[in-house]
Structure formats: C-alpha cells, structure tokens
C-alpha cells in the first residue's frame, strides 16, 4: 500500500473514531426492564454447573437430591440419575434445544430434549454437540475399548481412541469430521482425521492428540477446523519430532512445534494462519509466510479481522507484551494482556483488548486507555450491529456492571458471564444480559442507549 493511501486511510480511520466518541459523549443508558427468568434453590443447585443459552434467554443447571442428580431448565426440573456430567450440558444454537450426559449405574448416555439415547460404558470429553443449524447432534462414545462417533442417533466405524474434541460440525452442518487413533500393537498408534466417514493419511499423532491413551483411552485436546465455507479442512500432524500444517490434504513446512488451537481461517476462508515454533521462538505463519519471531505468542491469537484483509496477535520479549497487527508493534508494551480478549472492530480498523496491570484491569480500544477497574470479565467485550457503540463487565468494590461507550450502568451483585453467557445487542441502541439481583434470582436486564 502507497504512502498516500496509508496517510488517507489513518486520517478516514481518525474521523470515524472521533465521531463515535462525540456521539458517545452525550448518549444515556437506561435500564428499561429488570425480568426475573428463575429462581435457584442455593442449598441443592451445584453452581458450576450453570449454562446459558446463546439468545441469553435459558437458563439450565444441575441439582441435588439426596443421592441424585437432576438438570433444571428455566425452573424445571428434570429427571433424576445417579449423576449428570457438569461439563457435558449444552444449548443448541437456537436455544430450542438441549442436551447433556447421564450416568446410571456404570453406564452413561447422552439425554437430549428429554430423551435418553443409547448407553455406552463412556462419552467423549466434549460431550454432545449440536451442528451449527441445531438440528443435528454428535458426540463420541465407547463400548468395552472401542470408540466412535455417534451422530443423529448412529455409530460410525469403531477405532481404538478418539480425540477428546469429538466429532466436529461445519459451519453448513452437512459435514463432520474427528480424529481417531488405531493400535497397531507391533506397528504402534496412529492417529488420523476422519473427514466425512473417510479416513485421511495416518501420522504419529495429530497435534493435540496423544501418543498414548487417556485413562478411558480416549486422546488429549486438539482437532481438526473447517472454513468458513465449509469446504476446506485444516489440522496439525506431527511425524517423528516434528510438526506440521495439513491444509486441504497438504503438508506444509514442518517446525518444532505447532500450537495447539492456533490455527484459524479467514472469514472469507482464503487465508490460514497459525503459531509455529523453531529454535526455541515462536512465531506466527499466514499463508505459508513467517512473520517476526517472538518469545511468546498469546493464547487465542492469531485472529483475523472482520473483511479478512488483517491479522493481529499478542506477542511478548522478556516479560513484556503488546499487539501486532500486520506485522506491525503496538508501541505500547503492558505486564500483561489477557488472554482471549483481543478482537477487530467490526469495520477491520482497528483492535480492543484487556490488559491487566497490577491491581486493575482496563480496556485498550484503538490505543486507548479506557477506565480502571478491579476486575473485567473476560471476553465480555461486544460491539453493537452497526459498531457505532460497545460494552463490557467490569467489576468495582465487589459490585458488576456493564459499561456501554464508557459509562458506567446499574449495579449488580454479579453479571453472568459464564456458562456461554455474554451481553447481546438486540439492535444498534438495545441490549440485554443476565445478573444475580440476590444470592438466589436471575434477571434478564434490558438497557437502551438514548441519544440526547
């Protein structure tokens, strides 16, 4: 890109964000409606075990009952097992539906809108999972040492070990795809990707896989991605002491190392980046070119912007750390960046981040310093439809709230941000999240952002 379009680009970009912040400055947040949506019984319920829904709207959790174990949704209780896996219960997309695992007696068994399936002597680490349509559903399983997938009710070819990931939607929900393992006992363990009920290559492992078994002789996390698209596949093999990028069935350069999750499409699904590591340096990789070698690469990076044409990453040297946006430092360096939080402003412009720094954690938008607080919740950052607005939870004297362009809104004992749940703007002015009024009821709150 030319110097003068690079001048015209940064001054467009300064305009923009200048007049965002004057709007912002004379906008107000009301709460127009405080909902409660149930009320737990804080003597039996396991609190580690709530679950939000993705419209913010459902609420299931697990409780106790003696001995058993029952999940309620929305107030409802369910029916009772010997014991419901806290990790293993899920909405679907839509929210019309959930599903989640059971145990009885030795036997466990997926439950899905109340409906118990077959039961097996185990299931996946990462229990059911919906596609992303919600009509499909999939998980791995295992009867006597042998695993394999279960999808909409029927068993796919039986293998000594699946990933822990389980079986894997596309975004289109037509396809899936896992890794699963095989003992050859003499030949060894292989590991390898099964993309639509066909078997890919075998390698020695793939990363984030295991050469050996869990104790239920199922394999470590790690997997297999789709594009966007879904028509592209991309995972990470390693053979002997190296490893390296399987992109559409082709083996790209091998490394020391490859970070496990670090590999990501773009949204338009024509760019792959990931995190390699030579010589004890890491660094990331976009499109087969090698960028600047780091001590460290943040978890949750690299990431590409919104119209695919960026890439940003947390980087850090010695102990310090800052952001990297085409290849680009941020002249800023912090003790800490947390990790998960970097993202793109919805227009590709520029990056938001939370840093926390001794005492206090505080939001960098474009470089900008944003309040300090005692705490920020993790991932918590949202834009509104049209990017003109933003929130987050921040936390103060043991007291949560959101902050909408800066300013502060009501107070609440706790903002749920666990569990899948988040802050959803239902339009360019209207939010809504969920907060513990009390030690015992959940609110649906709903605030708007009146322009004045």
């Given at each position: 890109?030319?110097?003068?379009c690079?001048?015209?680009y940064?001054?467009?970009?300064?305009?923009?964000f200048?007049?965002?912040?004057?709007?912002?400055d004379?906008?107000?947040?009301?709460?127009?409606?405080?909902?409660?949506?149930?009320?737990?019984?804080i003597?039996?319920?396991?609190?580690?075990s709530?679950?939000?829904?993705?419209d913010?709207?459902?609420?299931?959790?697990?409780?106790?009952?003696?001995?058993?174990?029952?999940?309620?949704?929305?107030g409802?209780?369910?029916?009772?097992?010997?014991?419901?896996?806290?990790?293993?219960?899920?909405?679907?997309?839509?929210?019309?539906?959930?599903?989640?695992?059971?145990?009885?007696?030795?036997?466990?068994?997926?439950?899905?809108?109340?409906?118990?399936?077959?039961q097996?002597?185990?299931?996946?680490?990462?229990?059911?999972?919906?596609?992303?349509?919600?009509?499909?559903?999939?998980y791995?399983a295992?009867?006597?040492?042998?695993?394999?997938?279960?999808?909409?009710g029927?068993?796919?070819?039986?293998?000594?070990?699946i990933?822990?990931?389980?079986?894997?939607?596309?975004?289109?929900?037509?396809?899936v795809?896992?890794?699963?393992?095989?003992?050859?006992?003499?030949?060894?363990?292989?590991?390898?990707?099964?993309?639509?009920?066909?078997?890919?290559?075998?390698?020695?492992?793939?990363?984030?896989?295991?050469?050996?078994?869990n104790?239920?002789?199922?394999?470590?996390?790690?997997?297999?991605?789709?594009?966007?698209d879904?028509?592209?596949?991309?995972?990470?093999?390693?053979?002997g002491?190296?490893?390296?990028?399987?992109?559409?069935?082709?083996?790209?350069?091998?490394?020391?190392?490859?970070k496990?999750?670090?590999?990501?499409?773009?949204?338009?699904?024509?760019?792959?980046?990931?995190?390699?590591?030579?010589?004890k340096?890491?660094?990331?990789?976009?499109?087969?070119?090698?960028?600047?070698?780091?001590?460290?690469?943040?978890?949750?990076?690299?990431?590409?912007?919104?119209?695919?044409?960026?890439?940003?990453?947390?980087?850090?040297?010695?102990i310090?750390?800052?952001?990297?946006?085409?290849g680009r430092?941020?002249?800023?360096?912090?003790?800490?960046?947390?990790?998960?939080?970097?993202?793109?402003?919805?227009?590709?412009?520029?990056?938001?981040?939370?840093?926390?720094?001794?005492n206090k954690?505080?939001?960098?938008?474009?470089?900008?310093?944003?309040?300090?607080?005692?705490d920020?919740a993790?991932g918590s950052?949202?834009f509104?439809?049209?990017?003109?607005?933003?929130?987050?939870?921040?936390?103060?004297?043991?007291?949560?709230?959101v902050?909408?362009?800066?300013k502060?809104?009501?107070?609440?004992?706790?903002?749920?941000?666990?569990?899948?749940?988040?802050?959803?703007?239902?339009?360019?002015?209207?939010?809504?999240?969920?907060?513990?009024?009390?030690?015992?009821?959940?609110?649906?709150?709903?605030?708007?952002?009146?322009?004045?």
């Amino acid at each position: 890109m030319s110097k003068k379009c690079n001048a015209l680009y940064v001054a467009a970009f300064v305009f923009c964000f200048s007049t965002i912040c004057n709007a912002k400055d004379s906008d107000q947040l009301k709460v127009i409606a405080e909902k409660p949506i149930v009320t737990v019984d804080i003597f039996s319920w396991i609190k580690s075990s709530l679950q939000v829904s993705p419209d913010d709207k459902h609420v299931s959790y697990i409780s106790r009952s003696g001995k058993k174990r029952f999940i309620v949704i929305d107030g409802k209780e369910g029916k009772q097992y010997d014991e419901i896996e806290q990790s293993l219960q899920t909405f679907s997309p839509d929210s019309a539906r959930v599903a989640y695992v059971a145990l009885e007696g030795d036997k466990k068994f997926v439950v899905v809108d109340g409906k118990e399936e077959k039961q097996y002597d185990g299931i996946g680490k990462s229990g059911p999972v919906f596609s992303p349509d919600s009509k499909h559903l999939a998980y791995a399983a295992r009867t006597g040492n042998k695993w394999f997938a279960v999808i909409d009710g029927k068993e796919a070819k039986p293998y000594d070990g699946i990933m822990d990931t389980g079986p894997v939607f596309s975004p289109d929900s037509t396809r899936v795809t896992y890794a699963a393992l095989i003992d050859k006992i003499f030949g060894g363990k292989k590991q390898f990707v099964v993309v639509d009920g066909k078997e890919e290559r075998q390698y020695d492992s793939i990363v984030g896989g295991s050469t050996s078994f869990n104790l239920d002789r199922s394999i470590a996390t790690g997997g297999p991605v789709f594009s966007p698209d879904s028509k592209r596949l991309v995972y990470a093999a390693q053979v002997g002491k190296k490893m390296f990028m399987v992109i559409d069935g082709k083996e790209e350069k091998q490394y020391d190392e490859i970070k496990n999750n670090s590999y990501i499409f773009s949204s338009d699904s024509n760019h792959v980046a990931y995190v390699a590591q030579a010589n004890k340096k890491f660094f990331v990789v976009v499109d087969g070119k090698e960028e600047k070698q780091y001590d460290i690469i943040g978890k949750g990076t690299p990431i590409f912007s919104p119209d695919s044409r960026h890439v940003a990453y947390i980087a850090g040297i010695d102990i310090k750390y800052f952001v990297v946006v085409d290849g680009r430092e941020t002249v800023k360096q912090y003790d800490n960046i947390v990790s998960g939080t970097l993202i793109f402003s919805p227009d590709s412009t520029y990056v938001v981040y939370t840093v926390r720094g001794g005492n206090k954690c505080f939001i960098v938008i474009d470089g900008k310093e944003g309040g300090r607080y005692d705490d920020i919740a993790a991932g918590s950052f949202v834009f509104s439809p049209d990017g003109k607005h933003w929130a987050y939870v921040a936390q103060s004297n043991n007291k949560q709230f959101v902050v909408v362009d800066g300013k502060e809104g009501k107070q609440y004992n706790s903002i749920i941000t666990t569990g899948g749940d988040r802050i959803i703007f239902d339009t360019p002015h209207d939010l809504h999240y969920l907060a513990w009024k009390d030690r015992s009821h959940i609110y649906l709150i709903e605030e708007k952002i009146i322009a004045e």
